[in-house]
């Protein structure tokens, strides 16, 4: 397995290809919760420039309602790949869910049951602030207003979960726990074919994937063209593919660097093309 390259290493012909960007939010968009004014920027001026951009997070359906409506980006795919939103013409919520928020919601029941056991198991953890504003799936803090748990504790929450027969993956500060055999990659793919129209073979050039955790590795996996900020450095171990390409910065930092070489690939592009038809 090959260690991912400096950002500043990839070619500039393969990053004018990109049209679509599929990021991560927490601690890839923003650090310790909080969004700069420079990594908002960098999103209008993706925006602006007709890359669409597509957050992709484990972050809660209330969380998601607020992004879709609120940033300059095309969809939000939430809680782990079990919905995507997306704004209507009309200003309304268009919602695509795996299966039936009803059927969601009463599976939701059952993880909520065995997170109780698991957090007495684990001392320090204790369900996600947001989870009330959960549509499917269970969301056990372990590092944003709890201090830290170590690996070894997380991976006991996960344990618990796949004991149960549920899915489960560690976020940089969640563990998300869900029923089915989505994840974020499938909704993406979904996302990618019937939202925008965009057929597997054309997917490899032209979708770049930016994360931060393990829980992104299905993500990862899926896309060739894919990039870490730098914060990931210490859970590359973790990831069965690690990204193609690595920031110098981390967090939104990193999406900043990101954002930059993807517009400065295509102004290339556009000068080289000018100058050839003039």
Not at 21 to 48: I, Y
Not at 69 to 83: H, K, L, M, Q
Not at 202 to 224: K, W
Request: glycine share 8%.
């Amino acid at each position: 397995m090959s260690a991912p390259q400096p950002l500043q290493c990839a070619p500039r012909e393969t990053l004018a290809g990109v049209s679509v960007v599929l990021t991560d939010v927490d601690d890839t968009l923003t650090r310790h919760g909080r969004l700069a004014s420079t990594t908002l920027a960098a999103l209008e001026r993706l925006d602006a420039a007709g890359i669409t951009v597509i957050p992709v997070t484990g972050g809660c359906a209330g969380w998601c309602d607020h992004l879709v409506r609120a940033w300059p980006v095309a969809a939000v795919i939430g809680e782990s790949g079990a919905f995507r939103f997306r704004r209507t013409l009309s200003g309304g919520l268009d919602i695509h869910s795996v299966r039936p928020l009803t059927a969601l919601h009463e599976e939701q029941h059952q993880l909520l049951a065995i997170a109780e056991q698991a957090m007495r198991a684990v001392p320090g953890s204790r369900l996600a602030a947001d989870q009330r504003y959960r549509l499917a799936d269970v969301a056990v803090d372990h590092g944003q207003d709890v201090a830290p748990l170590d690996d070894d504790a997380i991976a006991r929450l996960i344990a618990a979960f796949h004991d149960a027969g549920a899915s489960a993956r560690a976020s940089s500060i969640h563990v998300n726990a869900w029923f089915g055999d989505h994840d974020k990659a499938t909704m993406a793919d979904w996302v990618l074919e019937h939202d925008l129209g965009l057929r597997p073979e054309e997917r490899r050039d032209r979708v770049l994937f930016i994360g931060d955790a393990p829980n992104d590795a299905s993500l990862f996996q899926r896309h060739p063209l894919s990039v870490g900020v730098a914060n990931l450095v210490t859970r590359l171990d973790q990831l069965p593919r690690p990204p193609r390409w690595l920031c110098n910065a981390s967090h939104g930092d990193g999406f900043v660097e990101m954002a930059e070489a993807l517009l400065a690939a295509k102004a290339w592009t556009s000068a080289n093309t000018r100058e050839r038809d003039g």
